[in-house]
């Protein structure tokens, strides 16, 4: 997925609605094709080191037309979140990869060899429902306690959405692992400063700036921009599940739209014509993706 529109000669008109973030349309009615339940294997896999974690995850993206159905990251920083609230983490956990496979015994196998092979110290295996609920509640856990945190210090989060292609994610990694000890040095204290998590089987995580005080948002602001630059130059986008919205970015003293780095402003401006095309009234969420000056030039 990718942040603005998508739109081709010849294209399904739905592939141009679906992620325009409600400025072409107002979906009345939606018809949905359910498929038959599938047999799941659950498994949290712990590790000792991130470049352990990092070779058990290229080795089961080998094999995901195989059934690999789901794979999620979890910092050490992230650890150290959801071991408040989870007495059963171990202080040698320092890097966690959620995995979702299918249940039969090539799976189960592939699995218990990658896992021998890149050295898992320690593993939370689910074969039931509810032993995957309970993983997916140690998922939704990390994000919940970091706003909990967060209130309790009255402190402000700011995330990215990134995805870079798989080739280049190597690179992104290594740059938000600079970015976040440069946003540390910078503010030396007690408390988290930042965590990394999310969905690692395509490229796309989560880098969360844990900001205590007005100085250290304006700071993970200017490294945010440098996050979304290189991932940009990478061949990425900026947002790969949440919108863009109405926001704004600082780049040489001079506010744009957040998809104008990726699209600069003849982009936008092709956006604002298919905007008009579809709602020349300017009713439907308007601001979101481009700023109402850009319709009048659409």
Request: charged fraction near 30%; proline fraction near 3%; hydrophobic fraction near 40%.
């Amino acid at each position: 997925s990718s942040a603005g529109l998508y739109a081709k000669e010849g294209m399904d008109l739905i592939d141009l609605l679906i992620g325009s973030e409600g400025i072409l349309g107002v979906i009345t009615q939606i018809e949905i094709r359910l498929y038959q339940g599938r047999d799941i294997i659950s498994d949290i896999a712990f590790f000792e080191s991130d470049e352990e974690a990092l070779g058990f995850v290229n080795a089961l993206r080998e094999h995901k037309e195989k059934g690999i159905l789901s794979l999620e990251y979890f910092d050490s920083h992230s650890l150290d979140f959801i071991r408040e609230r989870d007495s059963g983490l171990r202080p040698d956990f320092k890097t966690a990869i959620l995995v979702e496979i299918l249940d039969n015994d090539d799976q189960k196998f592939l699995l218990y060899q990658l896992m021998e092979e890149y050295h898992v110290i320690d593993d939370w295996y689910a074969d039931n429902k509810q032993g995957i609920a309970k993983h997916k509640d140690f998922r939704h856990s990390l994000p919940e306690g970091i706003n909990s945190y967060l209130r309790e210090r009255q402190g402000k989060k700011l995330g990215t959405d990134l995805v870079v292609p798989l080739h280049e994610f190597p690179k992104m990694l290594q740059c938000y692992r600079k970015v976040g000890e440069m946003f540390k040095e910078r503010f030396p204290r007690e408390g988290s400063h930042y965590v990394i998590f999310g969905h690692i089987g395509d490229g796309h995580l989560h880098f969360n700036f844990i900001t205590h005080s007005s100085a250290e948002l304006e700071y993970a602001k200017e490294l945010h921009l440098e996050l979304a630059q290189k991932a940009i130059f990478l061949g990425g986008t900026i947002s790969g599940e949440h919108g863009v919205g109405k926001k704004m970015v600082k780049i040489k003293g001079r506010e744009i739209p957040y998809l104008e780095l990726m699209y600069g402003r003849e982009g936008l401006l092709e956006i604002a014509k298919i905007k008009q095309i579809f709602d020349p009234n300017s009713i439907l969420n308007v601001g979101n993706m481009v700023p109402r000056e850009f319709l009048a030039y659409g």
